[in-house]
């Protein structure tokens, strides 16, 4: 059984950071891409960042590039989204994704609120 389980989120000021982890189980962690994607009140969710199996690509949306980094530990099977010089619109619940066998799997979200 496939297990996704964000962590790190909470209240942070404008221009702060917080680091998110996502703990995964039931799953080959290295023979996975995983993704970051967030969701803010009453919008659709949108990715926020791709990395590969090995951790050797990364991608991001354009809008946090230079903000966000993606990156993760397959001896620990958690990837990770450092969030820096955060800002009000940065505030969502973020999720991350695993594809499996042609399933899409999520965490249960950690919410993430930027304010002053």
């Known amino acids: ?30 023979r996975h891409a995983m993704s970051w994607y967030r969701q ?16 050797s690509n990364t991608n991001y949306a354009d809008s946090l590039k230079g ?8 001896a620990k099977n958690t990837v990770y989204l450092q969030m820096n010089s955060l800002k009000l619109e940065d505030t969502a619940v973020y999720y991350c994704r695993l594809l499996y066998d042609a ?11 930027v304010s002053s």
């Open 1 to 30: 059984q496939v297990q996704l389980v964000e962590s790190g989120g909470g209240l942070v000021q404008p221009g702060g950071s917080l680091r998110l982890s996502c703990a995964a189980s039931g799953v080959t962690f290295s």
């Open 40 to 55: 803010a009140p009453g919008k659709e969710r949108e990715l926020v960042a791709y990395i590969s199996r090995a951790g």
């Open 67 to 74: 903000r966000f980094t993606i990156s993760r530990d397959n």
């Open 103 to 113: 399933i899409i799997y999520w965490g249960q979200g950690t919410q993430v609120t």
